[in-house]
T-cell receptor, first 114, second 114 residues
Framework: AQSVTQLGSHVSVSEGALVLLRCNYS??????LFWYVQYPNQGLQLLLK??????LVKGINGFEAEFKKSETSFHLTKPSAHMSDAAEYFC????????????FGKGTLLTVNP | NAGVTQTPKFQVLKTGQSMTLQCAQD?????MSWYRQDPGMGLRLIHY???????DQGEVPNGYNVSRSTTEDFPLRLLSAAPSQTSVYFC?????????????FGEGSRLTVL
């Protein structure tokens, strides 16, 4: 069974600092991995996804993630945090390569301090 | 396009009452699903559907029923509400022709069971 583990339920950074949100996965088959973002009182929206093409994936709003098979990781990064990045971020894995069944991590709340 | 529309946005129930959360999508997506979001738990899959007339259970199906009579609609029924069902519920849809794993979420329905 596939699963993801997000390290750190809350990350706080200063505006302009590097953002690093950690996600490790467990999968018996090559995984499809995703990062979703949830702004306050809204639904989730897709930031980026890895589907076995390039290991470095670029998403919206300047975020990117690198798939590292040797470390079973898919960490999300952004070089310079902006106040508008404050949100909750979820890592997810596709169940059996499904197009509709995702298993989500528990989420990481990102706070950006001025 | 409206995307995924959920109603109601807020609801308070007493233990034992029943209700239906409505979900409609206008993107002609084949796949629809219901998740619940609880603090520190991420999103957990309740039920999903791969097309009209076809539904299946997710990770936490107990206490919920679904049906899919049309492509557009996927209501979630609580037969006898319990305090443990206090949560934020999200409906999501995705299409076969869209990107793998890209779920489109509604804005959520916040349910409180007293």
């Amino acid at each position: 069974a596939q699963s993801v583990t997000q390290l750190g339920s809350h990350v706080s950074v200063s505006e302009g600092a590097l953002v690093l949100l950690r996600c490790n996965y467990s999968s018996s088959v090559p995984p499809y991995l995703f990062w979703y973002v949830q702004y306050p009182n809204q639904g989730l929206q897709l930031l980026l996804k890895y589907t076995s093409a390039a290991t470095l994936v670029k998403g919206i709003n300047g975020f990117e993630a690198e798939f590292k098979k040797s470390e079973t990781s898919f960490h999300l990064t952004k070089p310079s945090a902006h106040m508008s990045d404050a949100a909750e971020y979820f890592c997810a894995v596709s169940v059996g390569g499904s197009n509709y069944k995702l298993t989500f991590g528990k989420g990481t709340l990102l706070t950006v301090n001025p | 396009n409206a995307g995924v529309t959920q109603t109601p946005k807020f609801q308070v129930l007493k233990t034992g009452q029943s209700m239906t959360l409505q979900c409609a999508q206008d993107m002609n997506h084949e796949y629809m699903s219901w998740y619940r979001q609880d603090p520190g738990m991420g999103l957990r899959l309740i039920h999903y559907s791969v097309g009209a007339g076809i539904t299946d259970q997710g990770e936490v199906p107990n206490g919920y029923n679904v049906s899919r009579s049309t492509t557009e609609d996927f209501p979630l029924r609580l037969l006898s509400a319990a305090p443990s069902q206090t949560s934020v519920y999200f409906c999501a849809s995705s299409g076969r022709t869209g990107g793998l794993g890209e779920l489109f979420f509604g804005e959520g329905s916040r349910l409180t069971v007293l």
